[in-house]
């Protein structure tokens, strides 16, 4: 057990629908990245948050958005969903001390 | 481009039987290299972080070591409970801190 807690852990949705996926992170972190995992893509970079502000962003489609809320809680929110979409969806966070990340379970989305 | 390249895609074993997997890599300015392991529909497990050429860590049957170019990650004498995806990622300086990833070695052990 990584420490970092994702919710829902399995997604159904249908295409052209919004969701909101749920991170928190352990104890103490205070960055967290979002990564999305395909069977064509792998492990892609989405955006990462630091203590509340957005420090970086990767290959993030403009339908998808997050932030992170004062209790170090993050959200990835994806709308008008399409069936591209479904992957499963990762949050890691970072201690202070190290570059390590520490991902959680995932949330497997699948947009039909 | 950064970019990490691994190999082989996939690895058939048998228990005991000893091997490497190898991951390529090329960035702009390398802050650390790491090895998850990853089981299916789990989260990426952390097992090393590497910083510079000539570095090595070990952790059970485990061990990885890194160059200029690339690094490998040891097995000695596997058991089956080792099959699982293997992941190297690269942290470039200046960037944030993300991780670039392989796309993987499938490692499968046999008893």
């Known amino acids: 057990d990584s420490g970092v807690t994702q919710t829902p852990k399995h997604l159904i949705t249908a295409t052209g629908q919004r969701v909101t996926l749920r991170c928190s992170p352990r104890?103490?972190?205070?960055?967290v990245y979002w990564y999305q995992q395909s069977l064509d893509q792998g492990l892609q970079f989405l955006i990462q948050?630091?203590?509340?502000?957005?420090?970086a962003k990767g290959n993030i489609l403009e339908r998808f958005s997050a932030q992170q809320f004062p209790d170090l809680h993050s959200e990835l929110n994806l709308s008008s969903l399409e069936l591209g979409d479904s992957a499963l969806y990762f949050c890691?966070?970072?201690?202070?001390?190290?570059?390590?990340?520490?991902f959680g379970p995932g949330t497997r989305l699948t947009v039909t | 481009e950064d970019q990490v390249t691994q190999s082989p895609e996939a690895l058939r074993l048998q228990e005991g039987e000893s091997s490497s997997l190898n991951c390529s890599y090329t960035?702009?300015?390398?802050?650390?290299l790491f090895w998850y392991r990853q089981d299916p529909g789990k989260g990426p497990e952390f097992l090393f972080t590497?910083?510079?050429a000539g570095e090595e860590k070990e952790k059970e049957r485990l061990k990885a070591t890194l160059t200029k170019k690339e690094s490998f990650l040891h097995i000695t004498a596997p058991k089956p409970e080792d099959s699982a995806t293997y992941l190297c990622?690269?942290?470039?300086?200046?960037?944030?801190?993300?991780?670039?990833f392989g796309q993987g070695t499938e490692l499968s052990v046999k008893p």
């Open positions: 990622a690269v942290q470039a300086r200046n960037q944030g801190g993300k991780l670039i």
């Open positions: 104890s103490g972190d205070l960055s």
């Open positions: 960035v702009s300015g390398l802050r650390g």
């Open positions: 590497l910083y510079s």
């Open positions: 890691a966070s970072r201690p202070g001390q190290g570059n390590e990340q520490y």
């Open positions: 948050y630091y203590n509340g502000e957005e420090r």
